[in-house]
């Protein structure tokens, strides 16, 4: 199947999730999103920049993960930087926020002044469809995958981990040279790792 077209599907699946099954997802994959072994493997006591989303168009929210993260991990939104490629900010609810040319919004300081993307620890990325191997339908807009593109030559971290919902899972992904495969993916009711992570 097309990208494009399979993207229009599962897009339209995202959005018609009923609210309630919404928010027990999102609780329980924070559950889930917090037993991970990055997180395991990092010393928790140490801390660490943890890149959340602003969730829209139907996408899982990250309210409860926000919350539960042990103390001296912080919490980061992205920014677009004009370079094309996303910088991230440490955001609490509250602070200030501007939209950016998607209608998404994002902490308002300079994009120059956000951190690059392999100072994060821990990368939490929307998704529209994946597989359980791993691989990650996006938007289509590249942000993430030129972003992290030095993780095809670099280890970990930071971890990339796509998160959304069940519903979201097809049987295969096909992916492209510039797609940045994910070290795992988590929904609300399963945690999938890359054959060479598990």
């Not at 990650?136 to 807009?141: A, V």
Request: negative net charge.
């Amino acid at each position: 199947m097309l990208r494009k077209t399979l993207r229009a599907q599962l897009r339209e699946v995202r959005r018609s999730l009923p609210a309630a099954q919404r928010i027990a997802a999102a609780d329980a994959l924070a559950q889930r999103l917090l037993a991970l072994p990055m997180l395991a493997q990092t010393d928790r006591s140490a801390g660490g920049y943890v890149a959340g989303y602003w969730a829209m168009d139907g996408e899982i929210g990250l309210h409860a993960l926000q919350l539960g993260l042990p103390k001296g991990w912080i919490y980061c939104l992205p920014i677009l930087h004009p370079d094309g490629t996303l910088r991230f900010a440490p955001w609490h609810p509250g602070d200030s926020l501007v939209t950016n040319r998607y209608g998404i919004p994002e902490p308002d300081i300079s994009p120059d002044a956000a951190l690059r993307a392999d100072a994060m620890t821990l990368v939490l990325l929307p998704l529209v469809g994946f597989d359980a191997h791993c691989h990650r339908l996006g938007m289509g807009g590249g942000w993430y995958d030129r972003s992290f593109a030095f993780r095809n030559t670099q280890p970990a971290p930071p971890w990339l981990v796509g998160v959304g919902f069940a519903a979201q899972q097809t049987d295969a992904i096909a992916h492209e040279y510039w797609d940045i495969r994910m070290d795992a993916i988590c929904c609300e009711s399963a945690t999938y790792f890359r054959e060479d992570h598990a």
